[in-house]
């Protein structure tokens, strides 16, 4: 089946309200979950998949451990990535606003292609963006995101990790990606674009000789760019099945609420 951008999000943000996700995480989850799909990244595939253990609560499950050298490490309690990919972003952001770097270590928490929508996010308010984490099979994956590039990349593998180990400065936090396992994920807010840009240019002469396999800015901003002019195909088993969780967001009228009505006069 085929549907709108703007249907896809407010499908989503009832199934989040549905499992206690409170209004503004709930939005940015539905946000997420639409832009992803749109962009060819499979949204709905993996809120379907970690939306039964995502806890109800937002912001209140992360509990930051340390910050040292510019570095900002925090427990995601189990809140998925879906959720806490957005959260980070904005926290990066809110702190770029006094220094030309911030550097996020998120444990605790789940990782996907999802994340991309917050390298972009970043990338959309003049930053560069960073965001590292390990497939479900332990290899590394890079996404890369600069105002500059329309839509994030993705790198993936041991040459991208080389790559990017060998050209990210001291600042970025080189090899501070070593200790990563399959429930964190790392993200870098910078002014320093350039870096980035650097990065992009030697990962795609590397995947000129099939070292490196590449997503490309310009193939999610296609994919993207056509859904949202006709709609996205999505897959009509998940969309009923959302359709019945979020029937649980509805409530049951009364004889005193329909008396009362809605809006202003409800009160």
Request: aromatic share 8%.
């Amino acid at each position: 089946m085929r549907v709108s951008f703007v249907e896809l999000f407010l499908h989503c943000k009832k199934i989040f309200r549905a499992f206690g996700i409170s209004y503004g995480c709930a939005d940015d989850g539905a946000g997420v979950v639409a832009w992803s799909e749109f962009a060819g990244l499979n949204g709905m595939e993996v809120l379907k998949q970690e939306i039964s253990d995502m806890p109800s609560s937002g912001m209140d499950s992360i509990e930051m451990i340390s910050e040292e050298n510019g570095l900002c490490r925090f427990d995601g309690n189990g809140q998925s990535a879906i959720i806490l990919g957005k959260l980070m972003a904005d926290y990066a952001l809110g702190m770029a606003e006094s220094r030309n770097t911030v550097r996020v270590y998120m444990g605790n928490t789940t990782r996907s292609r999802l994340l991309a929508y917050a390298g972009h996010y970043i990338a959309s308010r003049g930053k560069g963006c960073l965001i590292n984490y390990k497939t479900e099979g332990g290899g590394p994956m890079w996404i890369l995101a600069t105002p500059e590039i329309a839509f994030p990349i993705f790198a993936e593998g041991s040459v991208a990790e080389e790559v990017m180990q060998r050209n990210l400065t001291e600042e970025l936090g080189r090899y501070e990606t070593d200790g990563l396992s399959t429930d964190d994920f790392w993200m870098v807010c910078t002014t320093d674009t350039e870096v980035i840009t650097s990065c992009v240019r030697k990962l795609r002469r590397a995947s000129q000789n099939n070292e490196i396999k590449l997503t490309e800015s310009v193939h999610l901003k296609a994919v993207f760019e056509k859904a949202y002019l006709n709609g996205a195909e999505v897959d009509e088993s998940i969309w009923r099945m959302f359709e019945d969780i979020g029937h649980q967001t509805l409530v049951e009228a009364t004889e005193e609420s329909r008396n009362r009505g809605a809006g202003e006069n409800a009160c």
